[in-house]
């Protein structure tokens, strides 16, 4: 017959098995500050923990986005500022140019410096960030505009990509962030014709108009300018509502963040005093247990069999 443990021996042991699987648990959640670290720890739990992990990953890409994003629209606005500044000096030289006392040298001379500016707007239009021409749409590994003396405007198109880029907010709304140089700088009619606003066009008409020491096409051309500017202004309205609706969409997805966090840490993190008292009691229970268990039982292995 196989012995048998006597019943309060049995009891005895099971108690404190039980108690060591209590110091085991509690030792484990101190150590690693986590209440489920393992399924086993609470099944019930374990979806919502993945669902939060997955949310949180998620949140963190939303705002990778959302900084590379800024960067491109900051890029943007400094660039429109200058296409801007740009404009603004074509037509102090275009006023200077159709006063009384221009004359077919200085108008020349101005000619060389409107070139210049013209060269200044191309180069803004080829703008990168990060190796991206951030005014190229859809094709942005090369320029959308290279300067072509050629072309009656100085200026060739070699890309005609659509911009169709926009991110997502943490509720999943599309935000448009992006314009294409054609957009921005060279705005047609519908039959293809330069349009009012044309800023290509009419940096183009003022060098042409320069160059043939024409004075009423001069002040055409100043006026052609004035309204470009006018034009690239509604440009930068664009990138200055697009970086308002990004940072109000980054500070939500912040905000979001830390709800995810505090929600994964209430379903998963320990609570450490809790478990530190634990982990105390259950040390003392177990020292109890061995110590009281020593005093009274002074009986030999064959005592304790059935």
């Keep these: 017959m196989i012995p048998r443990l006597k019943g309060t021996t049995a009891q005895y042991l099971a108690d404190l098995s039980r108690i060591q699987a209590n110091m085991d648990t509690a030792q484990r959640q101190v150590s690693s500050g986590l209440r ?32 590379q994003t800024t960067s491109e629209l900051n890029s943007a606005d400094t660039g429109l500022q200058s296409a801007i500044q740009t404009i603004d000096s074509a037509v102090a030289l275009g006023t200077q140019a159709g006063g009384p006392a221009a004359t077919a040298q200085s108008r020349a001379a101005m000619a060389d410096e409107v070139t ?13 960030v990060n190796g991206r021409y951030i005014f190229s749409g859809d094709q942005d590994s090369g320029a959308q505009y290279v300067l072509d003396a050629t072309q009656p405007d100085g200026v060739r198109q070699v890309t005609t ?21 054609a957009e921005i700088f060279d705005k047609r009619n519908p039959d293809g014709t330069p349009a009012a606003g044309n800023v290509f066009a009419a940096l183009g008409s003022l060098v042409t108009a320069l160059k043939n020491n024409d004075g009423a096409a001069i002040q055409s051309s100043v006026a052609g300018l004035k309204s470009a500017g006018d034009y690239l202004n509604l440009q930068l309205e664009f990138y200055g509502e697009t970086s308002t609706r990004v940072s109000q969409a980054q500070d939500l997805a912040k905000k979001f963040l830390v709800n995810q966090q505090s929600e994964l840490s209430t ?23 061995l110590s009281a268990q020593a005093k009274i039982s002074k009986l030999s292995l064959f005592d304790y069999l059935a």
């Design 161 to 181: 990509a659509a911009s169709t880029r926009f991110i997502r907010d943490i509720n999943g709304t599309s935000i448009s962030v992006a314009k294409t140089a």
């Design 116 to 128: 210049s500016l013209q060269q200044q707007m191309v180069g803004i239009s080829q703008f990168t």
């Design 36 to 67: 489920v670290s393992s399924a086993s720890d609470d099944p019930g739990a374990l979806n919502a923990i993945l669902q939060l992990q997955a949310d949180i990953s998620a949140n963190h890409q939303v705002q990778a986005n959302f900084d």
């Design 267 to 289: 379903t998963r993190d320990a609570d450490l005093t809790a478990a530190a008292i634990q982990l105390s009691q259950a040390t003392t229970q177990q020292q109890a247990s």
